[in-house]
Every structure is written in structure tokens, then in C-alpha cells.
């Protein structure tokens, strides 16, 4: 396996790209070209989670997979262990930075295809929580003049062959209503923050929950979308994927939605190895990745 840290940026060292590229055997499987996966893990825009993160990769990889790790801007260049003893803040972690860093690595993936033996019409996007925004988000936005005019390429570059979206923040205006009716005090507070790094401020405006949020800007040509999520998850509700899934529904984009009963916030790969805690570790929901594996199989092949 060609393991390797790549900077996205030249002058950012904090956005990297992390390759977990299969080894071509001269033994066997010679010259295979491979489907891909592209990582995005979550941390509500205020850092990247290393639970969902690398063991997701190796998870991806066992099965034949190339695999990515995109560690993509964020507010904080650290993982935050304190909320009372915060790090300096980045103050150009606002959207659209984190989309360019994904719509980036999608180029550096299809310009190094040949190279890596990627298979650059079998590469999907998994992401998680405000990973799952961002992945969803080029979902939705890789058609756009917003990505085009960035970097002046081909729009369909940026396009991802296939979603997978765990327990994603899909509806910021949804998450807007519930949290000020339903969240505790702590998840107030951990979304004014997490507001503050997507928006530039704690209280955005229904213009911008709105322009951000990707449940309304799905259309038919939006990829073929996975998602899964649990009911009672009490930090970003599932209502977020009932109405995606609904407007890929409308759209008559191809998904599979999967609403599991109970599960906290944040599984990952729902064993132990990705449990920060022991109520990480849920036996019922960690079918997730296999029914995503087979979903993305069928539409692969």
C-alpha cells in the first residue's frame, strides 16, 4: 500500500490529502484499475475526526478499494479536547473553502489516475456528520460556475460517482428551528460555534442556512446517494436525511436510505475500532458499512 500526505495547498499545510493506494501486484490482479473512495470525516467544521478518518480507509481498502483521507479546513487547526480552553481560531475556515479543498482533491485524484490505477468513473465520496455536508455538498454543487470558475476546469471533474453519507447535517435551516426548541444548552452552544466557523457568525441569516444547506440544491443530476443514520441521534436530527432523501426522491436520483432505531451521534464504524466510548459501539447499526459496501458494488459495476 503507497501510503502518502499530500498537500493540497502551497501555502496551507494544514489541508492534506491522505492516500491509501493498493499495491499493484505483478502477482496478481496486474494493472487493475480500481474504484475509489474519498473520506471526508466529520468534527462539526471545527476540526477533522480521526475516528472517521483512517480505520475507515483500511475498512475500504481490505475490500479493493483506493482510498482517501481529506483533511479539509477547518476553524480550529487542532482537534479540540477543551471547549473552555479553545485554540486560535481560523478565521478563512468559511464556506465555500472547505468545497474547494474536496472539488481540489477530486483533481488531484483524476490528474494522478493513470499513476495510482484509479478507476475514474467508480469514485465516491463518503463523509460523516459535517463531512457528510461536505461531501453532499459537491454532490450537489460539482455542475456549479462556483467550482468551474474556481479552478477553470471541466465541471465534470469534480463530479462524484457515487454518496455515502453518515448521520449528515443536510438542512441548516431544519437544524436552526430544532435546536433552538430541542438541543441542551451544550448543543447550543457547540452549533453557535460550529455556525461561527461555517458562516463567519454565531447567528446566520436564512439567506445563508439557506444557500449552504444542500437538501435545496438537489437535482437530477446529483450522484446516486447512500445514507444512513439513527432516529434518536440528539446533535444533528434525521430529519436532515428523511428530506434528502425525499428530494433526491423527486428528482428520481437512485438511493438507499437506512434509519437505524437507536444509535448516539458520531458511530463511525460503530465497533471498537473507531469507539471513542462504549456508546460507540453499536452491533445493530455497524451493518451500515456492509449494506454501503454492496449498494456501491451494484452501482459500480
Known amino acids: 500500500m503507497k501510503i502518502e500526505k499530500i498537500q493540497l495547498w502551497e501555502d496551507r499545510d494544514d489541508v492534506t490529502l491522505h492516500t491509501y ?9 496486474k494493472d487493475l484499475q480500481r474504484p475509489a473512495v474519498v473520506i471526508c470525516p466529520g468534527g462539526g467544521y471545527l476540526g477533522t475526526s480521526d475516528r472517521e478518518a483512517e480505520p475507515v480507509a483500511l475498512r475500504f481498502a481490505s475490500l479493493g478499494y483506493h482510498t482517501f483521507v481529506l483533511r479539509y479546513t477547518t476553524y480550529f487547526k487542532e482537534w479540540v479536547q477543551d471547549f473552555n480552553n479553545l485554540p486560535a ?13 474536496l472539488a481540489k482533491a477530486m483533481l488531484v485524484i483524476r490528474e494522478n489516475a493513470s499513476e495510482w490505477l484509479v478507476d475514474t468513473n467508480k469514485i465516491a465520496v463518503c463523509g ?7 461531501s453532499a455538498s459537491l454532490g450537489v454543487q460539482w455542475n456549479s460556475s462556483l467550482l468551474s470558475e474556481k479552478f477553470e476546469s471541466d465541471q465534470e471533474l469534480f463530479k ?13 435551516q431544519l437544524m436552526k428551528e430544532k435546536v433552538e426548541t ?17 458562516f463567519g457568525v454565531p447567528n446566520p441569516s436564512l439567506e445563508q442556512l439557506q444557500e449552504v444547506s444542500p437538501v435545496n440544491h438537489v437535482s437530477s ?5 447512500f445514507i444512513w443514520h439513527t432516529a434518536d441521534d440528539d446533535l444533528v436530527y434525521a430529519e436532515n436525511s ?15 436510505l437506512h434509519v437505524f432505531e437507536s444509535g448516539v451521534h ?9 469507539a471513542g466510548e462504549p456508546s460507540h459501539i453499536n452491533h445493530e447499526c455497524k451493518v451500515w458499512f456492509e449494506l454501503a459496501d454492496n449498494w456501491l458494488k451494484k452501482h459500480f459495476n
Open 128 to 134: 460523516f456528520s459535517a463531512g457528510a455536508n461536505l
Open 160 to 172: 462524484p460517482n457515487a454518496l455515502i453519507l453518515g448521520y449528515p447535517l443536510l438542512d441548516y
Open 221 to 225: 443530476q446529483t450522484p446516486p446517494t
Open 182 to 198: 430541542e438541543a441542551n444548552e451544550l448543543n447550543k452552544g457547540f452549533f453557535q460555534l460550529a455556525n461561527k466557523a461555517v
Open 89 to 101: 481560531p481560523n478565521e478563512h475556515s468559511g464556506y465555500p473553502q472547505p468545497l474547494f479543498d
Open 266 to 274: 458520531g458511530l463511525s464504524l460503530c465497533d471498537e475500532t473507531t
Open 242 to 256: 428523511l428530506k434528502f432523501a425525499l428530494e433526491l426522491a423527486k428528482k428520481k436520483v437512485p438511493y438507499e
Open 21 to 29: 493506494i493498493l499495491h499493484n501486484s505483478m502477482e496478481f490482479q
